[in-house]
């Protein structure tokens, strides 16, 4: 499904700044495979999502996705296949747009014509797809007047409407109160099950990354230091993840034990 | 007198509604207008004093503009400088160009060739002349405000509007966001040309420095226009600039006849401009600022229970 090999990601290439994000990345998920990736600050997650949706272009290496090589398209192509959801809720969604052009854009993926594709039929859709958010009598209303929580579940709704064949969540639960993200989380596992999307998930909540998916893999310094799948990672917990770290960094986590949050 | 103000409005209207495109729904600013205005006026122009038709003069200034506009939104995308500089570079190269196409004249005049304003008269014969000209253009922009408000209804307008509110969006959603600043700069540029056939058939000749300071007078008028009421809707939001553009050139039209007493004169038009879109963003401001104050007023009115003397 997804295959990374040997990517690198070198930012500001010969100048003082010069900073190896992602050194010699391999990485190998299946269809249907649903991923927690965790980490400190800076170890790369995010580099590495961003190398996948094609933000950056990499320095080296090359990235497939079912099968096409998808190393030097740009961001927007990569998008027909990839759906992503950001930590900033005001990402996904336009905010000076009512609930149900956002939600028309994201029925279909590519360059639009001069179609219309507001029918009643449609209202109705968008409707039903969002009554599990309670937003069905709002759809007129602008996604400027939701609440983070809102915009972040529309968003996700919006994303899984194309039927993306990989679905990255950049922390896409970090910025909303524990009630919410718990909602949040709640919907993405939903729609993950039953559309059998295969996904990615990163967060610094490392209750979230054991109940969440089958896979796990911790990154630092740029590298993919731990992965963890199956029967293995059912049986993990937080101090096991913890001891794990310091074993393989054999570094003290003192700093990073606060990025690193238990369950909220 | 009065019909002369409103038919200017109205085809100034029609160049505030590009300049609508490019600085409120796609939200850059762009100075290519004050090229492209002039470039549609010498296209047409030149077209009509070598005989082409009317409808065909002002189909080939729209696709002039639209040319300009393009040239902006290449230079925007591929380079990856800010639309603002993008649209300088166009502007500039632009009065060469008008210079050229007018045959290296300054300005061309439009007399004894039939033109818009020959024309509506002969159609709407049954109502004097003046009249005519202002039912025409009534017309003409009606239906430009109507195709205008369904492009931006339909599924690429919005993502042309999402693509404003918010980059990602559109790139997430698989469209190439240059392709898309493409057709509305184009657009944009096209409706401000096709404002400038109609501006030189009706003041009678085409001159290389007619698009001086029309951005500016745009946004004034997009601004007036504001005041008028609040709506996200496409179809009011159009309608708030035409009648704003007619209330600028109202305002003018005050300034020109009775400017003297206050010692005014037409030298001073553009100083004033740009004063009116400063005051009208002084205006807009205080007025989100009184509006957050109430809220809070009465937030603690509701909290305190109304028990407040300070």
């Known amino acids: 499904m997804l295959d990374i090999k040997h990517v690198t990601k070198v930012f500001f290439p010969g100048t003082v700044n010069e900073k190896v994000a992602l050194e010699d990345i391999n990485l190998h998920v299946d269809e249907g495979d649903v991923v927690s990736v965790i980490g400190s600050n800076g170890s790369g997650k995010s580099t590495l999502f961003n190398m996948i949706a094609g933000t950056f272009p990499v320095t080296c290496g090359t990235i497939t996705l079912d099968g096409k090589d998808i190393t030097r398209a740009p961001e927007y192509k990569r998008a027909f296949e990839i759906g992503r959801i950001f930590q900033d809720p005001t990402k996904g969604t336009s905010a000076n747009m009512s609930i149900q052009d956002n939600m028309l854009l994201s029925l279909k993926k590519g360059m639009r014509g001069i179609g219309f594709s507001l029918t009643n039929e449609n209202k109705q859709l968008f409707r039903k797809l969002i009554e599990p958010v309670g937003l069905q009598d709002r759809l007129e209303d602008n996604v400027g007047l939701l609440s983070g929580g809102q915009r972040q579940a529309l968003t996700l709704i919006m994303a899984c409407m194309a039927k993306p064949k990989l679905l990255l969540l950049d922390e896409h639960t970090a910025a909303l109160d524990p009630g919410n993200a718990r909602i949040v989380m709640q919907l993405s596992e939903e729609y993950i099950s039953r559309e059998h999307l295969t996904a990615m998930m990163i967060t610094h909540n490392m209750q979230f990354a054991i109940e969440f998916g089958n896979k796990l893999i911790m990154m630092d310094e740029g590298k993919i230091i731990l992965e963890v799948s199956g029967e293995e990672k059912k049986k993990l917990t937080v101090p096991d993840l913890i001891q794990r770290f310091r074993e393989i960094r054999k570094k003290d986590f003192a700093s990073d034990e606060e990025l690193l949050t238990e369950a909220d | ?310």
């Not at chain 2, 061309?108 to 060739?113: D, E, I, S």
């Open chain 2, 1 to 310: 007198m009065i019909e002369g103000i409103f038919v200017e409005g109205l085809i100034f209207s029609v160049m505030a509604l590009g300049i609508l495109v490019t600085y409120r729904i796609l939200d850059l600013a762009d100075l290519t207008c004050d090229g492209s205005v002039a470039t549609g006026a010498a296209v047409a122009a030149i077209c009509i004093t070598n005989g082409w038709s009317i409808p065909m003069a002002m189909l080939l200034a729209f696709f002039a503009g639209i040319l300009c506009g393009l040239c902006t939104a290449a230079i925007h995308n591929n380079l990856h400088i800010p639309g603002l500089l993008a649209g300088i570079l166009t502007m500039t190269m632009l009065y060469s160009v008008n210079l050229r196409i007018l045959g290296n004249k300054a300005n061309v005049p439009l007399v004894r060739v039939e033109t818009l304003y020959d024309i509506f008269p002969e159609a709407f014969s049954f109502i004097p002349s003046a009249f005519a000209s202002l039912a025409g253009t009534v017309l003409l922009v009606l239906v430009i405000k109507v195709i205008f408000d369904l492009f931006f209804r339909c599924d690429m307008g919005i993502a042309i509007g999402a693509l404003g509110g918010n980059e990602q969006v559109v790139i997430s959603l698989g469209m190439n966001p240059s392709t898309l600043k493409y057709i509305a700069i184009g657009l944009s540029n096209g409706l401000i040309a096709l404002s400038g056939a109609m501006l030189a058939q009706y003041q009678g000749f085409a001159d290389a420095n007619l698009g001086q300071g029309m951005v500016v007078q745009g946004l004034a008028a997009i601004m007036l226009g504001e005041f008028l009421f609040n709506s996200n809707r496409i179809s009011l939001i159009t309608l708030r600039v035409i009648l704003g553009s007619i209330i600028y050139k109202g305002l003018m039209f005050l300034g020109r006849r009775y400017g003297y007493l206050v010692g005014i004169t037409p030298n001073d038009f553009k100083l004033l401009t740009g004063l009116l879109v400063i005051i009208s963003l002084i205006v807009a401001s205080t007025r989100i600022k009184a509006a957050e104050e109430k809220a809070k007023k009465k937030a603690v009115e509701r909290v305190m229970g109304g028990r407040i003397d300070a």
